[in-house]
Structures are given as C-alpha cells and as structure tokens.
C-alpha cells in the first residue's frame, strides 16, 4: 500500500548535532523561574528584619498582620502575632521591624499603643477610630546593643527620648490633684510635664516623674521649691482671706509651679528629688525647716492660755516674721507649795533675719538676741487675727519693764522673758463689744432721731425760736462774765455777789423759758401752716428741695451738738470756764 | 478495514501508522513526505515524525509553571486598601474570606479555577509525561482525551487573573477604596501560561507511540 502513495520529498537539512540538539532551550524557563523564585525568597528573607517582642498587658484591637510600629508617625513594622506570657499574665506582640531602624532600638526604647483618647488637654489619635489602634515606639538616634524583649507602658511617654531638659521625682505626701499630662508652670508659662503621679513602695509617698524643657531646666537648682496649684487656694491667715486660682487647666488637671526662693541654689542633675509643697506659703516656710540646722532655737514661757498658738504660728519682730514657733510644751513649776503650770512655746529664729545678714551664726544671734534682752526686749503673745483668734510671738521692746536676762542656762535652750499680753480680756472685751453692738435698738434709735430731727427743724425755722437765741446768748454772756468776775475775784467775799448775780442770771432765764409756752403754740401754729403748705406744694422737687435744705441744716445743727458734747466730755469745767 | 478501526474509540486494534510506513505530515500545511526529517517544501514548516524533545520540554514547562505556582500561593494576589484598612490577600485567603462571607458559589468558582484546575492540570500533564512508553491503566484514548481537556480547560484557569485585572482597574478610588494586583497575579498568570506551553509542547502522538509498545 506504501508504494502506491506518491509522497513529497523533502527538503533534506543538515541536523545539528551537539548538546542543544539533545537538550530542549525549554530548560532555561523553569531554571530561570527558579532561580527568581529562590532570589525573590532569599531577598524577602533577609529583608523580612528583625522579630521584637513587646509586653503589653492586653492587646486591645492588636490585629495580626495589620496593626503597625510606627515611629515619628512612619510605619517601621507590623505585627506578627500575638501571643500570652507564660503565667497569662501579659500579652506579647511580636512586631517585625524593618532593618534600617532595627538597631536603633535598644534597651531603652519604649512602646505604647496609640488609642483614641479625650482628655483636658484635647483629644489625641482620633486617626485610630478608623485605620485601628497602631503601636508607636519611641527610642534615641544612638544605635545601641539589640534588646528582643520590651515591656510596653500604658500611655504615651510624655517626654521623648530626644527632648532637652532635666528629668526630676517630685515626692508629694498625695496625689489627688495632679494627673499625667499636668503642666508645670513658672511664673505663667508652662516649661514642663508631669507623668502620672505613683505610690512609693512602702505607700506612704506619691512620686511623680516630672520634666522641666530646656532651656528653663537651668531656672531648677537645689534651692528650687515645687508647690501645688491644682484648684484654688483658700487662705485664711493672719493677712486675711485670699484666693488664689491659678488657671482653669490646673483647676481641672492640677499644676506645680517652682520658684527659687533663696540665691546660691546648685545645679541638679537629673532624677534629683524635690518635695511638692501644699502651697506657697508653706514652700516659702520650707526654707526654715531645711536651715534647720542653721536655725537658733529659743523658747518663751506663758502665763494661762495660749488657744490660738501653734506650731508652725509666726515669731515677729517689729513686724518682720524672723521665725516661728516649733513646739508647745507645758512644764510644771514647784515654787513652795504652789506648783503652777507654765507654757512653753519653743521658738525657732533665723539668725539672718534678725539683722546680721545671710550668713549670720547662731551664737552670733544669741548674743544679739541677749543684748536685746538687756534692753527690755520681751516675748509677748499678740494676736495676729481678731477673727481667727490666730496668735503669734511677737518680740516687743519694753524698756520699761522690770530688767531681766535672756536665760542662757535654761535647759534645753535658753529662755526669753516674756510679758503678759492682755489677751485673755481682749478677746472678751471684743466679746463684750459686739455683744453691745447686738444689743443696740438701732430702728427705735433711728425713729427717735428722725422724731427730734423733725422738731428740731420746725423749732429752728420757727420765728420764736430765731428770737429765743439771741437772749440765750445775752444770758449766757451775761453768766459768764459773771463767772469771770467770780473767777478774778478769787475770794469768797465776792461769792455772795456773783450769786446774785447768778440769781439774775437765773431770772432772766427763767424769763425766757416763760416765753417758752408761747413759743411752743407758736410750734404747734407753724406745723399747722407747715401742714397746709404741704398739701398746697405739689411739686415735689421744690419740696424735696427745701426738704434737702433742712436736712442739711439739721445735720450742721447736729454736728455742732456732737462737738459740744464731745468738748463738755472732754473737759467738763469749759462749760463754766468758758474754755 | 484499518480506516474503520480507527473510528472506534479505546480498540486496541493495529493500526499502521504513518511512521510505521515511513512517512511524515507535516505539521503545519498536512503534507505527507516520505523520510523522516527535513523541511515542508511547501510551508517551510520543520518536519518531523514526533515532535523533538517534546517530553523534556514539556517536563520543563510543567516544571516553570509549578515553580510559578508557589509564588502565586504564597504572596498576596490582592491588594485592597480602604478608608478603615488595608488588607492583602492570598488566592486561599480569598476563597476563606469568601466562604466567611457567605458567598458560596463565588468561593467555589474561584476555588475550582484557582486550586483544583491548576493542580489537576499539574498532576494530567505529569501523569502523562510518565505514562508515555508503558502501559498504563488509562488507555491511550483516554489519556488523549486527557490531553485535550487540559489544552481546553487551560486557558480557563485565568479567570482568577481576569478578576484581579479588571478589580485593579476599576476599584481606584484613592484614599475611599484601592484595589491593586499583587506579585502572586503576575505568578499565576505566568503559572498559567507555562502549563498551557506544557500541554502544547506534549505531542499527543507519543500517546498512541506507547499504546503501539504496549501492545
């Protein structure tokens, strides 16, 4: 059947021979596939960088393979997986870090979780509503030893690791007013941060981590006093009363302010620990305590009751506090059979204070102090607020008092003489003051005023009464020269006259007061045609006017009467003296 | 007679085959020469009685096309970002994400385009890679249907990457919505194109070379 097929020829080629022509170019594909594979493999390999470990105590919207490190806002890795501590207790996320930033984060890096958070001081990472929470690091530019394992913190450090400043622990006895995120404030301005107050371990102190930016870290140094602003301050003090409100965040948020009170403070380095005051006052007065050393203590006995006293009460001289008392004791004296009980107020002054300048010793102070004493210098208990009932120690200089010397053998420290102050009748007196103040009929008072107001002002436009004066005044010109000859005469003898004289003196007074009926139903007359005066005006103001007028009169009237009285109080014999 | 023969599928008649008899068709235009190697006079077409080399290539397709397959497994096929997250999914991941979603007959058409028609076509084309020259329990009929369902169903496979093109060039809403094709689209695209160049490169001949041996 072959033979019958009549079948082309073909083209004869020479055939390669060799290798290719046994093996199929085809290989290259897979080889070369392959070899992109194992390189695309390899590369994402050592690009995939560095798995580190951070501890949280939950993992709230922590999502596997989506949730990213950022650091200055730029995704550097993404979680791995999440997994829990061996105890359960903790959460670790293990985060793949790109390598570029890998070795940057060493020991000290931190590590919190960025959530959407509403506070005083605005609302932050309102981003992560929508994109999901994200994990933000923070560490330095310096490349440091690898660390793998980081405990992450609750809130976002409040001061990054490359800010300029100083880092101090403020210990405060609560921490009630301050939260994370308070300012710290000096002289208005904010120039720092606190971080979330904590107990101490035996709980009996709250530290806080605070943060002072450069460049007001230079203004803290040792002599440097925190104190308190949260809310408002009430004080109630020897100064009276004062309110002091810093600002509205601190009211909210609380606050600590600074301020160097004494100069010659050294620099402080960082984690140096500072006390939190409860206000400036009590920072100021913390500069006694810490002079302690420095500071010359004295004491001072009183008689009876010192209510009001207290440590911590101020110790004045001329005015000027110098110190304040430290402690009350009470101490028993035997003097024969009487024992009687003395209270002593321990005083603590500070030697710079008294005159001596900064620097001044203590005995240098002592000596003063005993040469003051010689000259009549006495503690005295003063009261320092009528209100309060607040008393300080005031060191008063009487020289008239019965000399006495500063005892310097008075165990434990000498004693300073003191003076009975009229405190214990002072208080009552002021007692008795307002108690007569209370009793006042103040409105019958003012009715009968206003009642003899009113006749005084008819009895003064009457006509009778113009015409009365004039004879008074002839009567009592007439009395006094009266007097006068009575007082030149000098002797006896002339009495007799000066009597009579007297007694016609005293007939033409009674002379005038005979007139004085009439003048009465003359009052009654004017009131009348006052009356229908007053029906007849109907414009007020002329009313009020003349009414004015009145007054006014009546108000001279009346002053002249005050001093006249005043004048016959004073000096009773002016009204015969004519002095 | 033999012509007959033939139009019986799965007989294990003998057949005279043209190379048997000493010629060869060309591939191209279907010109019958007697020797066995040379060039078509008409079409220019080489000539030759089985396809050369046809298993190595075919073995080295196979081989790219699963190496691509691995890529195409492993990296995201997409990448979808919106307003609240971005994610990256893998051609499983997909499916899963879907089948979470309820959405059954979509998970089961991605799944049988994306999984099971690349594997299968994996596991044809080298069963009958292996099974040329033996016996096997599939005869060579079957075996050559095989092989044409490959080459049919082959292109099919790209559906996947279809979606991700068409998604990718659609779903660009910025910020509000961003659908791009990961590197494993560009794998299983290439995954695809390789077993479909395996299953060309396969010379259906050799089928019926083994079912004469066999006999």
């Known amino acids: ?579 | 007679m033999q012509a007959d023969d033939l139009e019986i599928s799965g007989t294990k008649q003998a057949v005279t085959t043209a190379r048997k008899a000493g010629f060869v068709a060309c591939d191209h235009c279907g010109l019958v020469y007697r020797p066995a190697a040379g060039t078509c006079t008409r079409c220019g077409n080489a000539l030759h009685s089985r396809a050369p080399l046809s298993l190595q290539r075919t073995t080295a397709w196979l081989l790219a096309g699963l190496i691509a397959y691995v890529p195409a497994n492993i990296y995201p096929m997409l990448l979808t970002s919106t307003l609240f997250e971005k994610q990256e999914s893998t051609i499983l991941g997909g499916v899963v994400d879907l089948v979470h979603h309820g959405a059954y007959g979509i998970a089961f058409i991605v799944f049988v385009a994306s999984v099971v028609i690349p594997i299968g076509k994996f596991l044809a084309i080298a069963y009958l890679l292996l099974a040329v020259g033996r016996h096997r329990a599939l005869n060579a009929h079957q075996r050559h249907l095989m092989l044409e369902v490959v080459e049919f169903i082959g292109r099919w496979s790209m559906i996947d990457v279809f979606v991700v093109a068409i998604l990718s060039a659609l779903v660009q809403l910025d910020t509000v919505a961003t659908i791009n094709p990961g590197i494993a689209a560009v794998s299983f695209a290439l995954s695809v194109v390789f077993t479909m160049l395996a299953a060309q490169s396969f010379d259906p001949r050799l089928i019926w070379d083994g079912n004469e041996a066999g006999k």
């Open chain 1, 1 to 579: 059947m072959n033979e019958h097929i009549n079948a082309a020829e073909p083209e004869i080629r020479p055939t390669r021979q060799g290798l290719l022509s046994r093996i199929s170019l085809v290989w290259l594909v897979p080889v070369l596939a392959l070899a992109i594979s194992l390189g695309v493999a390899w590369q994402s390999y050592s690009d995939r960088g560095v798995l580190i470990e951070i501890e949280f105590d939950n993992a709230a919207g922590i999502e596997t393979g989506k949730t990213e490190l950022k650091y200055r806002d730029v995704s550097v890795g993404t979680v791995e997986h999440v997994t829990f501590s061996d105890d359960l207790s903790r959460v670790i996320v293990a985060v793949r870090v790109e390598n570029d930033v890998a070795g940057f984060i060493d020991a000290d890096a931190q590590f919190w979780i960025v959530r959407p958070q509403v506070s005083v001081r605005g609302i932050s990472g309102l981003g992560t509503v929508l994109s999901g929470v994200y994990i933000n690091g923070s560490w330095d530019a310096k490349i440091g030893a690898r660390a793998e394992r980081f405990s992450g913190i609750g809130n976002a450090p409040l001061v990054g690791p490359d800010s300029r400043g100083i880092s101090i622990v403020l210990r405060s006895r609560n921490g009630n007013q301050l939260a994370a995120g308070a300012p710290i404030v000096y002289k208005g301005i904010r120039v720092g941060v606190i971080e979330a107050p904590v107990l101490t371990a035996s709980g009996n102190a709250v530290i806080t981590n605070a943060f002072v930016e450069a460049p007001y870290d230079a203004l803290v140094t040792s002599a440097t006093r925190f104190w308190d602003t949260s809310g408002f301050e009430l004080s109630f003090g020897a100064g009276g009363v004062k309110l002091n409100v810093e600002s509205l965040a601190s009211l909210v948020e609380g606050g600590v302010t600074f301020e160097t009170l004494v100069s010659g403070g050294s620099p402080v380095n960082s984690g140096v620990y500072f006390p939190i005051y409860e206000s400036e006052a009590a920072a100021r007065n913390s500069l006694f305590q810490d002079q302690e050393a420095d500071l010359l203590s004295v004491a001072a006995e009183f008689d009876g009751s010192v209510g009001g006293l207290v440590a911590g009460s101020e110790v004045r001289f001329r005015g000027i506090k110098v110190g304040e008392v430290a402690d009350l004791t009470m101490t028993v004296e035997r003097t024969g059979i009487h024992r009687t009980v003395r209270l002593r107020a321990g005083l603590q002054i500070r030697p710079g204070s008294l005159g001596l300048g900064q620097d001044a010793t203590k005995s240098a102070a002592l000596g003063l102090l005993r040469d003051y004493v010689s000259q009549g210098l006495r503690a005295r208990l003063t009261s320092a607020n009528i209100l309060t009932g607040e008393l300080i120690v005031e060191l008063v200089e009487l020289p008239d008092e019965q000399p006495a010397v500063l005892d310097m053998t008075a165990k434990p420290v000498p004693i300073i003489p003191s003076v009975d102050a009229n405190l214990s009748d002072f208080n009552a007196t002021a007692e008795g003051v307002f108690k007569r103040i209370n009793a006042l009929k103040v409105e019958e008072l003012i009715a009968s005023a206003i009642d003899v107001l009113n006749n005084v002002s008819g009895l003064v436009a009457s006509d009778g009464a113009k015409s009365v004066l004039p004879e008074l005044t002839g009567t009592l010109t007439e009395a006094r020269l009266v007097l006068a000859e009575l007082r030149e005469a000098g002797a006896g003898a002339k009495v007799n006259s000066a009597l009579t004289s007297a007694e016609g003196a005293a007939k033409a007074v009674e002379i005038a007061a005979g007139k004085l009926p009439a003048l009465a139903e003359q009052l009654a007359k004017l009131t009348a045609r006052t009356e229908t005066v007053l029906a007849s005006y109907g414009e007020k103001s002329r009313l009020i006017a003349t009414a004015l007028d009145t007054l006014r009169d009546i108000s001279e009237t009346a002053e002249s009467l005050k001093s006249l009285a005043r004048t016959i109080q004073r000096n009773p014999n002016s009204l015969l003296l004519g002095r």
